[in-house]
């Protein structure tokens, strides 16, 4: 990873204004250590040069060869840059992380163990340069994992404890996965974006049933307690229904209201007081918290909700300097929402899943898969985790073969009826007959390629401005995808999809 990639974009120039303590990561200690919110003090600018000039005499590397290397890294650093930041006493302009990073990168990168610094000394760098915790943890990519945990532990200063304010896990749901498999780039992105404090203040997770969008919520909150992001993190959820592998409640429209989704904000921020006030009162008093207060709210399931926009919109108008992570099969339309179209996961991870599922629940069978096996449930099922659990627990009872058949052929009186229904019946109930017609159209064409609106036309008998506008609500609730390029669009459907439409649910169902 380049010092560029881990760093979010900093607006501040470097000063550090969040939190004051940083957790250290994987450590069930939980040690932390303080890094001062001011800008660069007499002392510290002492230190950074004594360091850096250790660095230099230890590296042997010339002035022009350090500055070469800092380029390399992606930070276009003059000499006269360089030397008011890390040799003149008398000048102290803010050191941004991407430059410390770069510069540790410079004094590691090929060196051997005499010639580079030190862990300690790269932490101690970054804290001098006020570099914001959740950008520490990267600088473990220039060295040894232990080397750099041990260092970590050793700067850490016991004295300072997280604020007792700090966030609470209490109300975090518990989780139907142990370990999170893959979504490496989503969780990036995503995190990403939560550390963003000016812009993208509303971020969607969007994608089909089972998919994987509540894990990867889960995920992104456990991170950013972990980095001390947030002050508060609250969780929501406006759904009741969930796929238990035996049949599923019947779906019903949330009756989630905004004033449940105050009063959750409310108390998981320890204002229980404002649970009493008047609506109008409450509104105001979350919207002071939410100012004051660097507040995560998650809300899973949205789609649930009717008029879901609207809801989301009323509390876009409280964020202040919080921030709202949204799950959702549906997509959002307003334009200040940044959103993450989650598709299954990739043929290497659901290998992965699928050998960890099966020694998960003791299934021999799985433990001596072969690889052929396994990529052919990762293809069937597209990646999508919840129909991989589902398979993996069928192969206790069936053959694979069968096992792959029951879910390719899905129908009404068939073993999976109540799957397919958790995944697509909420959705299909919104959609118009055009839609629908479009939709079981798409059954004709290659899983791979997809279509052209044109030939969705052609085969349904259409007219192509109402095919559009079809597909436009198709994809709006993630039943189709859109590929291609921005001249020529082409619309797939995942196997789930594809499945799902050639069965005669469809007709039960219209
Ligand atoms: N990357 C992953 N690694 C491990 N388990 C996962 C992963 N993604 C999803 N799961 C599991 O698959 C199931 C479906 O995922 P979930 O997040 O509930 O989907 P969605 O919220 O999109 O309906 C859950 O049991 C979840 O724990
Ligand atoms: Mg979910």
Same mark, same amino acid.
């Given at each position: 990873m380049s010092a560029g990639a881990v =760093?979010?974009?900093?607006?501040?120039?470097?000063?550090?204004?969040?939190?004051n303590f940083l957790i250290l990561p994987n450590?069930? =200690?939980?040690k932390y250590f303080a890094i001062s919110p001011l800008t660069m003090q007499k002392a510290e600018k002492e230190q950074i040069i004594q360091l850096i000039n250790s660095w230099r005499e230890r590296s042997k590397l010339s002035l022009k060869q350090i500055l070469a290397r800092i380029q390399a890294e992606g930070c276009d650093v003059t000499r006269d840059m360089f030397e008011n930041r890390f040799v003149r006493f008398d000048q102290k302009p803010d050191i941004a992380p991407e430059l410390t990073m770069a510069v540790i990168a410079a004094f590691t990168k090929g060196l051997t163990l005499n010639e580079r610094c030190m862990p300690v000394e790269a932490i101690e760098l970054a804290k001098l340069t006020h570099m914001p915790i959740n950008q520490i943890e990267a600088i473990c990519q220039f060295f040894p994992e232990s080397e750099f945990d041990k260092a970590f532990s050793l700067t850490a200063s016991p004295k300072y404890k997280p604020a007792p304010t700090g966030p609470s896990r209490v109300h975090f749901p518990s989780k139907s996965y142990h370990r999170l498999i893959g979504r490496t780039q989503e969780l990036q992105q995503l995190l990403t974006a939560l550390r963003e404090r000016k812009r993208k203040a509303v971020i969607a997770i969007v994608g089909l049933g089972g998919i994987g969008k509540t894990a990867l919520a889960q995920e992104a909150m456990d991170q950013c307690w972990c980095e001390g992001i947030f002050q508060y993190i609250v969780w929501a959820s406006a759904k009741t229904e969930r796929f238990i592998g035996k049949g599923t409640r019947k779906i019903e429209v949330s009756d989630y209201s905004f004033e449940q989704w105050l009063d959750d904000i409310a108390r998981q921020c320890k204002r229980d007081d404002f649970v009493p006030l008047s609506l109008e009162q409450k509104r105001l008093a979350v919207k002071q918290l939410l100012l004051e207060q660097r507040v995560l709210v998650v809300m899973d399931n949205?789609?649930?909700?009717?008029?879901y926009e609207a809801f989301v919109d009323q509390l876009f108008q409280l964020l202040g300097q919080s921030k709202l992570l949204i799950t959702s099969r549906h997509q959002l339309r307003l334009e200040y929402v940044f959103t993450l179209d989650l598709g299954g996961v990739d043929r290497h991870e659901g290998i992965t899943f699928l050998r960890e599922e099966g020694k998960e629940r003791g299934i021999a069978t799985m433990a001596q898969a072969k690889p052929d096996d396994l990529s052919a449930i990762h293809q069937v099922t597209g990646g999508a985790p919840l129909a991989m659990k589902l398979v993996v627990g069928q192969l206790s009872r069936l053959p694979l073969d069968n096992v792959l058949y029951n879910l390719q052929t899905a129908?009404?009186?068939?073993?999976n009826y109540d799957f397919y229904r958790f995944i697509f019946k909420y959705s299909w109930d919104m959609l118009d007959l055009e839609s629908r017609k479009t939709l079981v159209s798409m059954?004709?064409?290659?899983l791979a390629n997809g279509s052209s609106a044109q030939s969705l036309s052609e085969i349904s008998q259409i007219e192509v401005e109402v095919i559009q506008m079809a597909l436009e609500q198709l994809i709006l609730l993630s039943l189709v995808d859109i590929n291609g390029n921005l001249q020529q669009h082409r619309y797939t459907l995942h196997p789930l999809t594809h499945y799902f439409i050639l069965s005669d649910i469809v007709k039960k169902w219209s």
């Open positions: =760093s979010p974009s900093i607006s501040n120039g470097g000063k550090f204004e969040n939190c450590d069930p =200690s939980a949205l789609e649930t909700i009717p008029d129908s009404f009186a068939g073993p059954s004709v064409f290659d």
